[in-house]
């Protein structure tokens, strides 16, 4: 190619270029302002529209209802219905119907992952809807009329949260509260021709959090340990803390099986977000565990929180879980870290 023709090449090439960078640009962009409309406006992973609750078939007996607020569990076979977290208290007729569009079987037991509105907010108008034979350790006057309503399963941190026994207003009515509570590591239930395990994490998005493992179907259930979408709520005031947050993770990772190269096998339900495998939350513990090491290393050099917050220690994962506004920030997440390992939170001052 003689000079003229390369001079000739070059300039077409660069008007293309020219062409096109703003079209690379204005992609960008595009995909930025998306990814911040998803990180603030839809922070809990909840895509379905609002008003809306769509059924998702997981594998085995097991189903997702999404758009109610927290992600929701529901097992259904011969023995009736099993439901995990129950949503918001507006979406409660909504999410009663997504049910019976799997099974028309009465429901029988909803177990709380933990305390929060988003989850436990359908409570009463679902178990109201159900019916069981009162069992376990049920609780106070609530046996009385147990039996004409769905088993409300949960740690015994759950229902102190729901019914504030302290003497304080309880921040949720009594037909919401649990009925068959546990203090131990774990509670095993048979349904539906299946092993239900209900395993306790202590102290991690909250001193109350659950996990749920459907051994035939070979789908978990994380509650707000594991969400897709966001940096980890750690709730400090209510016991919550980054370390057992991991320890959680770990666990889900322990009893999770892919089928191979870390893929597919057990399922995981997250509290927000899309179903995922293994693979998930390993990506996720793992991006934890490095943040929270970054931590402890800022606070044995003495940095202070200020400090910590200007250092940008989650940066190359704020793209993926951080958020500038909504109801759980970056900044929210960093402050929760480093109170969550310092040595006056950890004393208890």
């Not at 998306?34 to 809990?44: P, R």
């Not at 991006?287 to 929270?292: D, G, H, K, N, Q």
């Not at 917050?309 to 994962?317: I, K, M, Q």
Request: proline share 5%; with cysteine; net charge negative.
């Amino acid at each position: 190619m003689n000079r003229p023709v390369k001079k000739r090449f070059a300039r077409s090439i660069f008007r293309r270029l020219a062409r096109t960078r703003p079209l690379i640009a204005a992609a960008a962009l595009g995909l930025g302002i998306f990814g911040l409309a998803t990180l603030g406006l839809a922070q809990f992973g909840d895509f379905a529209p609002q008003g809306e609750v769509h059924v998702l078939h997981v594998q085995g007996n097991v189903y997702m209802l999404v758009g109610a607020g927290a992600n929701i569990t529901v097992q259904a076979g011969d023995d009736g219905v099993l439901i995990v977290d129950t949503g918001t208290t507006a979406m409660s007729q909504q999410v009663l119907a997504a049910v019976r569009s799997i099974s028309d079987k009465p429901i029988r037991y909803i177990i709380n992952t933990c305390a929060d509105p988003d989850h436990v907010g359908g409570n009463e108008a679902i178990a109201k809807a159900g019916s069981t034979i009162a069992g376990g350790n049920v609780v106070g006057d609530i046996g009385a009329s147990a039996g004409d309503q769905a088993t409300v399963i949960a740690y015994d941190a759950v229902l102190d949260r729901m019914s504030a026994p302290t003497g304080k207003k309880a921040p949720f009515p009594q037909g919401a509260w649990p009925t068959d509570t546990f203090t131990t590591a774990e509670k095993k239930l048979y349904f539906n021709g299946e092993p239900i395990e209900i395993i306790h994490i202590p102290n991690a998005h909250t001193d109350g959090d659950s996990i749920v493992f459907f051994h035939k179907s070979d789908v978990v259930t994380a509650g707000d340990i594991f969400v897709t979408t966001s940096y980890p709520v750690v709730e400090l005031d209510e016991g919550g803390t980054i370390n057992g947050l991991i320890d959680g993770l770990n666990r889900l990772i322990q009893i999770t099986t892919p089928i191979a190269m870390q893929e597919g096998g057990t399922m995981v339900i997250p509290g927000h977000g899309r179903v995922g495998d293994q693979a998930d939350v390993k990506f996720y513990q793992e991006a934890i565990t490095i943040i929270r090491d970054r931590f402890q290393d800022a606070i044995k050099r003495g940095l202070t929180l200020q400090q910590v917050e200007t250092a940008n220690l989650t940066l190359d994962y704020d793209p993926r879980y951080g958020a500038v506004e909504g109801p759980w920030t970056t900044k929210m997440f960093v402050d929760a870290v480093y109170k969550s390992l310092s040595e006056k939170h950890e004393a208890g001052q």
